[in-house]
């Protein structure tokens, strides 16, 4: 089977990373209203911000890193995922990045950062430093009391009971509830998915590669990535090569999702790795810098890499939001506190001034019925894996002037060139039907589409007070989705997107694994059987949290 340009197999159903640069939130959120501080605590503007589908925190972190360049603001993240395991990585990643520098140096922190987050194997010490994070996140998850005191940052309240179980059980599993590499042998489950998604041209995989990069990538924006390692992650999941080769030998844990396929007429658990073969990881932070210098080029060609470049700014990153977790660093080196080399007072001396909000999954259609997020925010981000929930009721929760950004599937390389116009305009369409209107003066994007909410298009719908029978979730009409874009682009396949509670039970007793979803190379079909493991207690997803 020869699997056709454009049919979208490569993007997955569940992301693991971005697909666009990391954007600065307050950049793109409205100005400060000079009266707002007046109706705020101690007399400082907050910042809400929703965000579907951003999966790993980038903009997150660089609107923390870029903080000491606005006036002081305090920031409220509301987070809404489709699975839970992103859920967890956002947690993991978020807890790395605010380590106390004296148990973890500024290089050792973003480099276990860039394996956790874009390899598919680690080097034997970052896979032990995952196996203790997850261990002590499992422990914290069903003690409201003590994660609120190691991790100020965070809040869980919004998610539902099952759902904090359920995350419990994804930092088991992480945690190495089962051992060995059997739980989940990485290597093998990658060979599988690429197998199936380049088909009759698996023996000429590095010509597809070369062909997806400097035809496609390339030409879209991102000339940065080198050849030498977009076929190194098209071949082993590994995208950035910090150390020898040999010594990324350990499965990463954390790019494991559970999933119900069907199979012969049953409907079976299995576990095995859904995300991104086609694009990876590099574009989130490796193709855009604010060091000019990085993007130099010599007769034609980038003399730095995109993996250079990602290392360079994840370490910056991680160099500015430090004294967030930590403001006692201040009275260290001053470079390392952003609004302190000057003299001056940052956000950094207030570790509580921003907060992320974990939604339950599959709410973003009935956010708009409680009165605590009606009109609330004055920034909503959709990923393009989830602009499909654009709707008039989501764009409820969006305060009279509030901003829009939708990511594009610019770099998704399954999508053809007239594809990309063609979800361009539906989005359009969508925002609209929403309530949102183009941004005057917006400055061109082909990666961002930019939206703001008038004062007259608010809708106004009923509000559920407590006490009162809340509305039922809504699941959007087919037609909401792109029509010009193959449906499996970005979205799952149906056998991945619902379960019962009796497969609920199933999945936390375990089940026969199962092999791909779709057809397999027959020499294939026996081994895949073994390779993906039944997932026990340890990994529980819920019926919203499978993509």
């Given at each position: 089977?020869?699997?056709?340009?454009?049919?979208?197999?490569?993007?997955?159903?569940?992301?693991?990373?971005?697909?666009?640069?990391?954007?600065?939130?307050?950049?793109?959120?409205?100005?400060?209203?000079?009266?707002?501080?007046?109706?705020?605590?101690?007399?400082?503007?907050?910042?809400?911000?929703?965000?579907?589908?951003?999966?790993?925190?980038?903009?997150?972190?660089?609107?923390?890193?870029?903080?000491?360049?606005?006036?002081?603001?305090?920031?409220?993240?509301?987070?809404?995922?489709?699975?839970?395991?992103?859920?967890?990585?956002?947690?993991?990643?978020?807890?790395?990045?605010?380590?106390?520098?004296?148990?973890?140096?500024?290089?050792?922190?973003?480099?276990?950062?860039?394996?956790?987050?874009?390899?598919?194997?680690?080097?034997?010490?970052?896979?032990?430093?995952?196996?203790?994070?997850?261990?002590?996140?499992a422990r914290l998850v069903p003690e409201p009391d003590c994660l609120a005191e190691q991790l100020p940052w965070l809040s869980l309240a919004a998610l539902k009971f099952r759902e904090r179980d359920a995350l419990e059980?994804?930092?088991?599993?992480?945690?190495?509830?089962?051992?060995?590499?059997?739980?989940?042998?990485?290597?093998?489950?990658?060979?599988?998915?690429?197998?199936?998604?380049?088909?009759?041209?698996?023996?000429?995989?590095?010509?597809?590669?070369?062909?997806?990069?400097?035809?496609?990538?390339?030409?879209?924006?991102?000339?940065?990535?080198?050849?030498?390692?977009?076929?190194?992650?098209?071949?082993?999941?590994?995208?950035?090569?910090?150390?020898?080769?040999?010594?990324?030998?350990?499965?990463?844990?954390?790019?494991?999702?559970?999933?119900?396929?069907?199979?012969?007429?049953?409907?079976?658990?299995?576990?095995?790795?859904?995300?991104?073969?086609?694009?990876?990881?590099?574009?989130?932070?490796?193709?855009?810098?604010?060091?000019?210098?990085?993007?130099?080029?010599?007769?034609?060609?980038?003399?730095?890499?995109?993996?250079?470049?990602?290392?360079?700014?994840?370490?910056?990153?991680?160099?500015?939001?430090?004294?967030?977790?930590?403001?006692?660093?201040?009275?260290?080196?001053?470079?390392?506190?952003?609004?302190?080399?000057?003299?001056?007072?940052?956000?950094?001396?207030?570790?509580?001034?921003?907060?992320?909000?974990?939604?339950?999954?599959?709410?973003?259609?009935?956010?708009?019925?409680?009165?605590?997020?009606?009109?609330?925010?004055?920034?909503?981000?959709?990923?393009?894996?989830?602009?499909?929930?654009?709707?008039?009721?989501?764009?409820?929760?969006?305060?009279?002037g509030g901003h829009l950004i939708v990511e594009l599937a610019r770099y998704l390389v399954d999508v053809r060139q007239e594809q990309l116009q063609g979800f361009s305009d539906r989005v359009g369409e969508l925002a609209?039907?929403?309530?949102?209107?183009?941004?005057?003066?917006a400055r061109s994007s082909e990666t961002f589409a930019r939206f703001y909410k008038s004062g007259d298009s608010a809708r106004v719908d009923p509000v559920v007070e407590p006490g009162t029978q809340p509305c039922e979730?809504?699941?959007?009409?087919?037609?909401?989705?792109?029509?010009?874009?193959?449906?499996?682009?970005?979205?799952?396949?149906?056998?991945?997107?619902?379960?019962?509670?009796?497969?609920?039970?199933?999945?936390?007793?375990?089940?026969?694994?199962?092999?791909?979803?779709?057809?397999?190379?027959?020499?294939?079909?026996?081994?895949?059987?073994?390779?993906?493991?039944?997932?026990?207690?340890?990994?529980?997803?819920?019926?919203?949290?499978?993509?």
């Amino acid at each position: 089977m020869t699997t056709p340009a454009g049919s979208g197999t490569g993007f997955g159903s569940v992301s693991w990373w971005g697909l666009s640069p990391a954007l600065d939130l307050q950049a793109e959120s409205p100005p400060v209203e000079p009266d707002s501080q007046a109706n705020t605590e101690h007399g400082i503007p907050e910042l809400d911000v929703l965000l579907l589908g951003s999966v790993d925190g980038r903009h997150l972190l660089r609107t923390l890193a870029q903080a000491s360049l606005w006036p002081r603001r305090r920031f409220h993240f509301y987070v809404l995922e489709n699975n839970l395991e992103a859920v967890a990585r956002h947690m993991l990643l978020f807890s790395l990045a605010l380590e106390d520098p004296e148990k973890m140096g500024l290089q050792e922190r973003s480099e276990t950062f860039l394996e956790v987050w874009g390899n598919a194997l680690l080097r034997p010490p970052v896979a032990a430093f995952v196996r203790a994070q997850a261990d002590r996140l499992a422990r914290l998850v069903p003690e409201p009391d003590c994660l609120a005191e190691q991790l100020p940052w965070l809040s869980l309240a919004a998610l539902k009971f099952r759902e904090r179980d359920a995350l419990e059980a994804v930092f088991r599993f992480w945690a190495g509830g089962e051992k060995g590499p059997e739980a989940f042998p990485m290597s093998r489950l990658w060979d599988l998915r690429l197998r199936h998604y380049l088909g009759s041209r698996y023996d000429a995989r590095r010509g597809v590669s070369d062909w997806d990069l400097h035809m496609k990538l390339h030409d879209r924006g991102a000339r940065v990535i080198h050849i030498n390692e977009f076929r190194r992650w098209r071949d082993t999941g590994v995208a950035f090569e910090l150390r020898d080769f040999s010594a990324y030998q350990v499965p990463n844990r954390t790019l494991a999702s559970g999933r119900l396929l069907s199979h012969r007429g049953e409907r079976v658990a299995a576990r095995g790795y859904w995300g991104d073969i086609a694009t990876g990881p590099f574009v989130a932070f490796g193709i855009e810098t604010d060091d000019e210098s990085l993007l130099r080029t010599s007769n034609g060609q980038p003399v730095k890499t995109a993996g250079d470049i990602t290392q360079h700014n994840v370490t910056e990153l991680f160099r500015s939001v430090a004294a967030w977790g930590h403001p006692s660093t201040g009275q260290g080196d001053p470079e390392d506190v952003p609004g302190k080399a000057k003299g001056t007072q940052g956000p950094a001396s207030c570790p509580e001034s921003f907060t992320v909000h974990f939604l339950p999954l599959g709410s973003a259609q009935a956010l708009h019925c409680k009165s605590c997020y009606k009109g609330r925010f004055q920034l909503l981000y959709v990923s393009c894996g989830m602009v499909h929930l654009l709707s008039p009721e989501l764009g409820a929760c969006v305060a009279p002037g509030g901003h829009l950004i939708v990511e594009l599937a610019r770099y998704l390389v399954d999508v053809r060139q007239e594809q990309l116009q063609g979800f361009s305009d539906r989005v359009g369409e969508l925002a609209q039907a929403a309530g949102f209107s183009p941004q005057p003066g917006a400055r061109s994007s082909e990666t961002f589409a930019r939206f703001y909410k008038s004062g007259d298009s608010a809708r106004v719908d009923p509000v559920v007070e407590p006490g009162t029978q809340p509305c039922e979730v809504l699941v959007p009409p087919p037609e909401v989705l792109v029509p010009s874009l193959p449906l499996e682009v970005l979205t799952p396949p149906p056998e991945a997107t619902s379960q019962s509670s009796e497969d609920l039970t199933q999945l936390r007793q375990g089940q026969t694994p199962l092999s791909e979803p779709l057809k397999l190379p027959s020499e294939s079909q026996a081994s895949s059987l073994k390779a993906l493991a039944p997932p026990t207690e340890s990994q529980t997803p819920k019926p919203e949290s499978l993509p």
